[in-house]
């Protein structure tokens, strides 16, 4: 694979020599020791206090409609002290609590079908009456992945702003997205920005558009592209809307006589329109904010473990794209999310016969006009995955296989790779015995990734006396860091519990791997 690069990509995006990189000789006939690994004493932890509020609402349609009647008959007074009261108790835990409470009576009345008159205090009671408060860092707060802040104005000296993911875990193990900010200074010591009281979630909407070919890809790949898949798929447009696809789908299901095939179809069909969908949260709230909370049928049990990367196109046009895991209590899902300013996002089907397993890191640029992505297919090993187009990724090839006493029940990725001028430095994730999760590293040739120059044979980081005890115990884990003047920043979660950061020098790491 060619590549024009010979230099290191910074935390501002521009290229430059890795400090000390390009000086230190590589050693002959001695051994480079592993570097020192610096923890940090900075630690974000769980906070049962950080709620999101949900729809709560069953889908007995009956029991909904009996429960609205029940509040409808309640006297004006009484709904006025009780509306009151619950502003005075759950206001102060929420940005805009009445507009939390108008906007589950609407969605409540587009599932009853129902609307009745009714006051607009009463409407907002109604709606509470359909609310719940859910703790999403109840359980855990790990598994992060960091990356350079969009904004990088106002900062001192040798400083860069950063945004880093967390896996937050509540009530039932579901797990969704949250972010924290923070700064990195000249000597890599890392710092995080007040994070807000608040945390909120906002309603996925369905893509604007959907594209017809990729659409007929993925149909096919899922085995759902039959005759009536056919038909359906060719009275749409080469560029649709969700509700034009639901009107096509509505006349088939009225035309056709098997009306459970084409029920079956038309399901699958729906499915996957609406694990596409974007999300955009309002402007003036703090990035700590906002939660990407499972919505979709293919992640109603969790979000798990994205792995963000900076990614620079070859226009030079910077994208953050992040795979993750989707769960839905049965089977797991890759996915992709894609945003330029972590306030809108868009959430994206991955497809193709090696888009499966966990654990996709992408690459931040493309190499020899390919997409290339690490990833872990079979479970156990580390694979190397290139592709024309981001969204399918059809070939793959195992690029290492577990050697050392730490990794042998299974490797696999701790983030997307980091551009050094010496090749593509590649945090791993090693499990040994006890089941103990480790952290080590690889180093990939800058022009073909396919070629393993050099990894830790011990691991660089692994869990002390402090960090083996939590949810599960002896793992510490990352899901992506960066390089800042010289300075390899890890951050990484302990037994799947809370989050810390460790340091350490680029240069003596990759000479210890060049040895």
């Not at 501002?12 to 890795?18: D, L, P, S």
């Not at 009576?105 to 859910?134: H, I, N, W």
Request: net charge negative.
């Amino acid at each position: 694979m060619k590549n024009d690069t010979r230099t290191s990509i910074n935390t501002a995006g521009e290229r430059e020599a890795v400090p000390g990189s390009g000086q230190t000789p590589r050693a002959r006939g001695r051994v480079v020791p592993l570097p020192k690994v610096t923890r940090q004493e900075v630690k974000l932890v769980a906070d049962h206090e950080r709620v999101i509020a949900r729809l709560f609402i069953t889908a007995d349609r009956e029991r909904t409609k009996e429960t609205i009647d029940r509040v409808l008959s309640l006297p004006d007074a009484q709904v006025t002290r009780l509306l009151q009261g619950l502003r005075e108790d759950f206001a102060p835990r929420h940005r805009n609590i009445n507009a939390i409470f108008e906007d589950h009576f609407r969605q409540l009345v587009q599932f009853t079908g129902e609307v009745k008159a009714m006051s607009p205090d009463r409407r907002l009671l109604v709606g509470a009456y359909f609310t719940c408060e859910y703790s999403v860092e109840a359980a855990a707060l790990f598994n992060p992945s960091m990356v350079v802040h969009p904004d990088q104005t106002e900062l001192g000296a040798n400083e860069c702003r950063f945004v880093m993911s967390l896996r937050a875990c509540g009530e039932g193990h579901i797990s969704s997205v949250e972010f924290r900010t923070g700064l990195i200074d000249g000597t890599g010591r890392v710092s995080f920005d007040t994070c807000s009281k608040y945390a909120i979630t906002e309603q996925p909407v369905a893509d604007r558009q959907y594209l017809k070919y990729p659409f007929y890809l993925k149909l096919n790949e899922m085995g759902a592209y039959n005759e009536i898949a056919q038909h359906i798929v060719d009275d749409l447009e080469d560029s649709f809307t969700l509700d034009d696809l639901c009107r096509v789908v509505e006349a088939h299901r009225e035309e056709h006589s098997d009306r459970q095939y084409v029920a079956e179809t038309s399901e699958n069909i729906l499915w996957l329109a609406r694990s596409n969908y974007h999300i955009e949260f309002p402007p003036g709230t703090d990035l700590s904010e906002r939660v990407i909370f499972p919505v979709s049928e293919n992640e109603s049990r969790g979000i798990e473990d994205a792995r963000f990367v900076r990614f620079v196109h070859d226009n030079g046009r910077v994208v953050y794209y992040a795979t993750y895991t989707a769960y839905n209590g049965f089977r797991i899902l890759p996915q992709l999310i894609e945003t330029s300013d972590f306030r809108y996002f868009k959430i994206i089907t991955l497809n193709g016969r090696y888009a499966e397993n966990k654990g996709m890191a992408l690459f931040p640029r493309r190499i020899d006009d390919k997409y290339v992505m690490i990833s872990r297919v079979d479970g156990k090993n580390l694979y190397l995955m290139l592709s024309d187009n981001l969204h399918f990724w059809n070939e793959a090839a195992v690029l290492r296989q577990p050697t050392y006493p730490w990794e042998l029940v299974q490797i696999g990725n701790c983030g997307s790779p980091l551009e050094t001028e010496r090749g593509w430095l590649v945090l791993t994730h090693g499990v040994g015995p006890m089941r103990r999760y480790s952290i080590g590293a690889m180093l990939l040739d800058l022009e073909d990734p396919s070629k393993v120059i050099g990894c830790t044979k011990t691991p660089i980081l692994m869990p002390n006396a402090a960090e083996r005890d939590g949810y599960v115990p002896n793992v510490v884990y990352s899901c992506g860091g960066m390089i800042h003047k010289g300075e390899l920043i890890i951050p990484y979660a302990m037994s799947d519990s809370a989050t810390s950061v460790a340091t350490v020098p680029v240069a003596e790491l990759l000479d210890h791997m060049t040895q």
